[in-house]
């Protein structure tokens, strides 16, 4: 029969609390990896286009996005592309196009941002282009 708490020395103690945290650590991972395999195949559901229920996923939306390189990068290699620049309608369905992936509801806006906050874009007010300066 196990002793009670009262009865066991602080050793006792000690490596009962070793035993539960290694349990629970053990626990955590198996946890984690199944987590990590649910949005795996969530993410191939998500794919083809059907809905995932149950839990929630990461996030309001699901989990973020993942790009090879940040949105200035793609902008920045379009707008290096040609000398009489862009407009961000223009420079939307291209960074779309190149395989950027967002799930910003305006990502237009998100493209303004990332235009007005560059120190080497010029804006054309007359054309409404954006040009990358030299």
């Known amino acids: 029969m196990a002793k009670s708490i009262s009865q066991m020395s602080v050793v006792e103690l000690e490596k009962a609390l070793s035993t539960k945290r290694d349990k629970i650590n053990d626990y955590m991972s ?4 199944i987590l990590k395999e649910l949005d795996r195949v969530e993410g191939k559901i998500r794919d083809l286009g059907g809905k995932v229920a149950g839990r929630k996923a990461q996030g309001r939306r699901g989990p973020r996005a993942k790009n090879e390189k940040p949105l200035w990068g793609y ?10 620049g862009f407009t961000i309608e223009e420079l939307e369905k291209r960074v779309l196009a190149s395989g950027y992936k967002t799930k910003s509801n305006n990502f237009r806006n998100v493209i303004y941002q990332c235009l007005y906050h560059a120190e080497q874009v010029s804006h054309d007010s007359e054309t409404g282009r954006y040009v990358l300066d030299s």
């Open 30 to 33: 198996e946890r984690d990896q």
């Open 75 to 84: 902008v920045e290699d379009i707008l290096g592309r040609t000398k009489k």
